[in-house]
């Protein structure tokens, strides 16, 4: 038992994925401690140089916060997989097909499982309840996504509230969390939070977007997985714009055949891509400006350069 657990899990680790939720946070969390350490300096030791002085270190619960994102994004990833009946994952077969779907399940339960442990640990009710709404925030988007009507998934807005339950929410609240853990003050707090949201809306915009420009080698996994399952993203609400014949094909979830090939290339043929992309890059303007105001550092400027790795990235 536990070793096709360890097998499994194991598998899902050793895969070369991005690891941005993570780095997002523990730069976040240097990048505050430099702006603490240098205020701190600045007004209390008026002698000593701060940009000279100043250090910046990670608290162990910041890097277990760390921990505790990947360990959720993962489960996330594996209970996925089983709804999309997803055949690969990072380039290589996923749990669900290379052992089987309840596995794959109890796996990603497993791993709740123990962020939930792991958060226990923290001993700290401000970061637990963050965490805890992250995991609502992802069954919230789950449910959004398989309830929605015709309305729902034509209306932008539904589409941005939805991206962010499912994925900006565990960006913004793991930014929050170790803010809090790294005794930011309340407008630190909330800057963070601005940044983790907005640069997470911009992640999965760039994804939607990928989805359509990206060839499954690249992305490592399957791809139109969304618009297969009459999933609509925003590269197809900005095409609809253009293309209003499409209501009929997304009304009808693309049952009929020869509807996902039309609409594929009326989302080609549009800018909406492009729109995405350019949707993108506001929210990625609007999380640098929420840290504008940190003391500047490599740490602040490495959350900077997320930014624009965001918006470069191929897969």
Same mark, same amino acid.
């Given at each position: 038992r536990d070793f096709c657990l360890s097998?499994?899990?194991? @598998? *899902? /680790?050793?895969?070369?994925?991005?690891r941005i939720r993570p780095v997002i946070v523990l730069l976040m969390s240097r990048a505050i401690s430099f702006h603490n350490n240098y205020q701190d300096l600045l007004i209390n030791h008026k002698d000593a140089d701060p940009y000279t002085n100043a250090t910046s270190m990670i608290h162990p619960k910041q890097t277990q916060i760390a921990e505790i994102i990947e360990m959720i994004h993962t489960a996330t990833l594996i209970h996925d997989d089983v709804i999309d009946e997803a055949h690969t994952r990072r380039g290589t077969t996923s749990i669900n097909i290379a052992f089987s779907n309840k596995m794959a399940i109890l796996g990603g339960d497993f791993l709740i499982a123990r962020a939930a442990i792991s958060l226990a640990e923290l001993g700290n009710h401000a970061v637990t309840d963050l965490m805890s709404r992250i995991i609502s925030d992802l069954v919230e988007g789950e449910f959004m996504q398989m309830t929605s009507t015709f309305k729902d998934t034509t209306e932008f807005d539904y589409y941005m509230e939805k991206t962010y339950k499912k994925t900006a929410s565990l960006i913004a609240n793991g930014c929050r969390s170790v803010a809090i853990i790294g005794n930011g003050t309340q407008d630190i707090v909330d800057c963070s939070t601005r940044y983790g949201k907005h640069l997470g809306l911009a992640f999965q915009l760039i994804d939607d977007m990928l989805d359509f420009v990206s060839s499954e080698e690249e992305?490592?996994?399957?791809?139109?997985? @969304?618009?297969? !399952?009459?999933? +609509?993203?925003?590269? *197809?609400? /900005?095409?609809? $714009?253009? #293309?209003?014949?499409?209501?009929?094909? +997304?009304?009808?979830? #693309? !049952? *009929?055949?020869? @509807?996902? $090939?039309q609409a594929i290339s009326m989302v080609n043929s549009s800018h909406g891509c492009e729109k995405t992309k350019q949707k993108a890059k506001e929210h990625c303007a609007m999380a640098i400006d929420a840290i504008s105001n940190f003391t500047d550092s490599k740490f602040k400027q490495g959350l900077f350069d997320l930014t624009q790795i965001v918006l470069e990235r191929k897969k």
């Open positions: 097998r499994g899990l194991g @598998d *899902v /680790y050793k895969r070369q994925g991005k992305m490592g996994k399957s791809g139109l997985t @969304d618009l297969k !399952s009459g999933i +609509i993203t925003a590269p *197809v609400l /900005y095409a609809l $714009e253009e #293309f209003p014949e499409m209501r009929p094909l +997304i009304r009808r979830k #693309f !049952s *009929v055949p020869g @509807d996902l $090939e």
